[in-house]
């Protein structure tokens, strides 16, 4: 077996046979790249994480030169700060206000479907992105900072709002944090043959490059919100990606929010809209359709239009997650509650860990951050958002389409 290193903290732990309880994810951080800021983002809250660290077996570097050492050192310095100032602690009052906003728009949906069906999945179609924004947040143990807690929170809410695997979510989503816009690590790039974010996406996605259609591509601004986002996606997610993991891998509590939440949710609309099984699941899926459109949607605004990052290339965590996130109209509050406070993307990808509605404070005490160390932050309003994305796939499409693509 080939030797395999991680660098903490100036230590050098050897992980040859060390299985990491997230998943492959690690492994990234194998090619001799401090990865120090990496762990401590990841494992802020997580005791076993520094248990299990100092079980491995470590060398001391004596001497460990790394690119960006005075950035890094300013930004333990900023870390520091925010953690004074209480920006890592979660605030219970944040919490009851989210979970009541569900309950409010679940009952709500459900007092509507007495009078209009339509309406009512318009309604759950809110409360599923809403969803989804909230087992986000728990997944990264920062809604309520107890980690068993954040997780059956992120469990119920995944199975009974959004019918699909918390577990599976955190497998792939850790892999996107570890390395945004990286060619070959980054699940969110690897989305062939439904949509393609960078010019080569086909060629870089050996696997599915065969089910490509150019015609498809060519497309890819008109169909990527109403037939990938709204239906391809959620078809294969839904249907075999996350059924299948949670069948094989024995997700037992996961199968029963999940079975519980598509069960009341078809039987609401046949018991209170006096609707037939067939009709019933039309409005299920309708609705389903809309929360996936509504989430997909703007999970796409903060890195699509990035750049990516080649497979050999090892930029240091801080500019990877400035240089590879958007933050998003940062002083409208509407758009932080539309957008679930992931408008602040590059606060959340430098600090996973921090309460996401937090952004606001810590998007102005980056600016000088980035501005002393000439660091790209990109903050644009909502509406450009949606132009740039659109104009990146119609882009990405044209490229993919002609003959030189």
Same mark, same amino acid.
Request: charged share 20%; aromatic share 16%.
């Given at each position: ?5 991680? =660098? ?6 050897? =992980? ?20 120090? #800021? ?60 989210? $979970? ?34 909230? %087992? ?17 929170? %992120? ?25 945004? %816009? ?34 498809? &591509? ?12 709204? &239906? ?8 075999? &990606? ?52 509504? $989430? ?25 997650? =400035? ?21 602040? %993307? ?7 860990? $921090? ?9 102005? #005490? ?8 000439? =660091? ?30």
């Amino acid at each position: 077996m080939t030797p395999r290193f991680i =660098i903490i903290n100036s230590y050098k732990y050897d =992980i040859t046979d060390f299985k990491h309880p997230g998943g492959n994810v690690i492994n990234y951080m194998t090619n001799g790249e401090n990865a120090t #800021e990496v762990f401590n983002e990841f494992h802020y809250r997580s005791k076993s994480a520094h248990k299990i660290l100092n079980s491995l077996p470590k060398t001391k570097l004596e001497k460990f030169d790394y690119e960006d050492k005075e950035i890094l050192r300013d930004f333990n310095e900023l870390r520091k700060t925010f953690i004074r100032k209480g920006y890592f602690t979660p605030s219970y009052v944040h919490v009851f206000t989210r $979970m009541g906003t569900l309950l409010a728009l679940y009952l709500g949906a459900c007092y509507t479907i007495q009078y209009n069906c339509f309406y009512a999945a318009i309604i759950f179609g809110v409360c599923g992105g809403q969803c989804g924004w909230l %087992q986000h947040e728990a997944g990264h143990n920062s809604l309520t900072g107890i980690i068993k807690l954040d997780k059956l929170i %992120q469990e119920f809410i995944m199975g009974f709002g959004l019918y699909v695997s918390a577990s599976k979510w955190n497998r792939m989503h850790n892999r996107h944090h570890a390395t945004p %816009q990286k060619v070959g690590h980054d699940v969110d790039l690897e989305t062939t043959p439904f949509v393609a974010f960078y010019k080569n996406a086909v060629s870089d996605n050996k696997a599915t490059a065969r089910f490509c259609s150019p015609a498809w &591509l060519r497309f890819q601004a008109y169909t990527f919100l109403p037939i990938t986002s709204g &239906l391809l996606v959620p078809v294969y997610w839904r249907g075999y &990606l996350h059924t299948a993991h949670m069948i094989r891998n024995g997700k037992h509590r996961e199968i029963m929010w999940t079975v519980l939440g598509t069960t009341a949710h078809i039987g609401a609309f046949m018991r209170l809209g006096e609707l037939s099984l067939g009709r019933a699941f039309f409005y299920h899926y309708l609705s389903c359709w809309l929360s996936y459109i509504y $989430m997909f949607g703007h999970f796409s605004l903060s890195h699509s239009t990035t750049e990516t990052v080649g497979e050999e290339e090892n930029p240091s965590w801080i500019r990877y997650a =400035i240089e590879h996130s958007v933050d998003i109209s940062t002083s409208n509050y509407l758009v932080g509650w539309v957008m679930g406070y992931l408008n602040y %993307q590059v606060v959340h990808h430098l600090f996973p860990s $921090m309460p996401q509605y937090r952004g606001y404070e810590v998007s102005k #005490e980056l600016v000088p951050f980035c501005k002393k160390y000439d =660091i790209k932050y990109k903050r644009i309003g909502y509406r450009r958002a949606w132009y740039e994305m659109f104009a990146n796939l119609d882009c990405v499409g044209k490229y993919s389409y002609s003959p030189t693509g």
